[in-house]
């Protein structure tokens, strides 16, 4: 699958795991909401400041995301490796809240403990069928 392809197929999906890595070394996997953005290569997602995650990421920016659609009788994954970004300022902000997020920012888009993790692909494998294709983004 071509990098337009991949785009399309994370798009579409309800749920996204992202992995960041702990203070010991190990993968840390948990699973999000879809995206708010995706801007080429950039994947944009809302979560608490305080989170474990961000912590994780502010130490260490590498991260790997993983989409999945899982049919009747055809699975198909995506898996992307890149750099993971805390943003916390109020522009990147602003450019993906949700009227929605004020049930968990009790003070809207300025909460100190809303920010955006903005995660920019390398490179991504497509399975499906037994097969993976890799590509780089």
Do not use: H
């Not at 899982?70 to 490796?81: E, F, H, M, N």
């Amino acid at each position: 699958m071509d990098k337009a392809g991949i785009f399309k197929f994370i798009s579409k999906q309800k749920t996204a795991f992202i992995a960041s890595v702990d203070e010991n070394g190990y993968p840390v996997v948990r699973a999000v909401c879809a995206p708010r953005k995706i801007d080429g290569n950039e994947i944009y997602f809302s979560t608490n400041t305080s989170s474990k995650k961000v912590r994780q990421f502010l130490a260490n920016g590498k991260a790997c995301l993983y989409f999945y659609k899982r049919g009747k009788i055809r699975y198909q994954g995506v898996s992307l490796k890149g750099e993971m970004e805390v943003c916390t300022d109020q522009e990147t902000k602003d450019g993906i809240w949700r009227f929605g997020d004020k049930l968990f920012y009790k003070k809207g888009v300025t909460d100190p403990d809303y920010c955006v993790l903005k995660f920019k692909g390398a490179s991504a494998e497509y399975y499906c069928d037994l097969k993976i294709e890799k590509t780089d983004l």
